[in-house]
């Protein structure tokens, strides 16, 4: 649902849109607001730091790149809403989230113990499958531009996560998958879809008990101040989609384009290369803190998590389609 001040928001920058030209001329100044939800000192923050420092120098200030980081303009839902109307141009969401978009097959990378290695995750985003992904967008108004990593997931609740039955009755946050809600009701917990925005608060004050993130979100949110414990149980991938309004997008200038487009190839790299390493920091930085227990799962209990979890690509194999998930299997050479 649209908050007040987001509506407002959404109708002001519609309507300057709407009123604008079709097309950009090549003298016009050129905006684009880049919003996200998590914290500058991300991997997802920082890559949108540096690509907005390269898209202007690449265009020589023609073209004015506004960062608004941690849900400042827009949460979760509201922000693809915000995307499709114009109001905003760029965004990267979570992969978990393009199922209120009707591009549900995004949820493939929410697969629970699907992959094992930032390597695999390349075969798929750098693979026909990324590509045929991205351009399921393009019926939507919207272009997929890149991948950007964040890392695995961590477990985290106020009681010890070791083994599947440690989940039982617990209420977890969850982005809006639905491969997510089937793995917490796998796991015998009680999931609960809420906006980024809104998880430390709910965690701090008990509307939820646990929660799921990579290390680097966890920390900037400060959720370790309110999370006892946490499992290294790396049960799953979260990542992102770097995305523009369609319009807006193949209205530019070409060579504004085309310079923009470099900036983003370069900001990818940027963004994917110090991914691995801001989680390792930000892991760091939380058992320094010493307010969370970290735990990492022997193998005995890590195969008790993938006897429950693993049935969930069957389960929810009808809404990413068989196909696709057989083809990511044959990409990764998973035994089906
Ligand atoms: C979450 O909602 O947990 C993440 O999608 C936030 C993000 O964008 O990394």
Do not use: C
């Not at 001329?25 to 907005?52: E, W, Y």
């Not at 477990?155 to 917490?184: T, Y």
């Not at 735990?295 to 990413?320: F, G, K, N, S, T």
């Amino acid at each position: 649902m649209l908050t007040r001040r987001g509506f407002n928001a959404l109708t002001a920058g519609a309507l300057a849109t709407l009123s604008a030209p079709g097309i950009v001329r090549a003298q016009d100044k050129i905006t684009v607001k880049f919003s996200h939800v998590v914290a500058p000192d991300t991997p997802k923050g920082k890559g949108a730091l540096r690509f907005k420092e390269l898209a202007e120098q690449y265009t020589d200030g023609a073209v004015t790149v506004e960062v608004y980081p941690n849900s400042q303009l827009y949460k979760d839902k509201e922000e693809l809403e915000a995307l499709q109307l114009g109001a905003v141009q760029m965004l990267a969401p979570s992969l978990a989230k393009f199922g209120p978009l009707g591009v549900q097959q995004f949820e493939l990378f929410d697969l629970p113990m699907l992959m094992n290695s930032r390597e695999d995750l390349r075969k798929i985003t750098d693979g026909p499958v990324g590509k045929q992904l991205l351009g399921m967008l393009e019926p939507k108004g919207i272009i997929g531009l890149a991948y950007w990593d964040n890392g695995f997931k961590i477990m985290s609740a106020n009681s010890p996560l070791h083994v599947p039955d440690d989940f039982l009755g617990l209420k977890m946050r969850i982005q809006s998958s639905k491969i997510l809600e089937a793995q917490m009701e796998a796991l015998g917990a009680v999931p609960q879809v809420m906006a980024f925005s809104e998880v430390y608060q709910a965690l701090q004050t008990g509307v939820v008990d646990g929660t799921e993130n990579p290390p680097s979100n966890m920390y900037t949110q400060r959720m370790n101040e309110v999370q006892k414990h946490a499992t290294l149980s790396r049960h799953g991938y979260l990542g992102y989609a770097v995305i523009v309004n369609a319009d807006f997008w193949k209205g530019l200038p070409e060579d504004t384009r085309a310079s923009l487009d470099k900036a983003m190839a370069e900001a990818t790299v940027y963004a994917n290369s110090i991914a691995e390493e801001e989680n390792a920091n930000a892991l760091q930085a939380m058992m320094d803190a010493g307010t969370t227990t970290f735990y990492e799962l022997p193998p005995d209990e890590r195969a008790e998590w993938e006897a429950v979890l693993r049935p969930v690509h069957e389960q929810m194999a009808d809404r990413i389609g068989p196909e696709l998930i057989q083809q990511v299997y044959d990409t990764l050479g998973t035994p089906s």
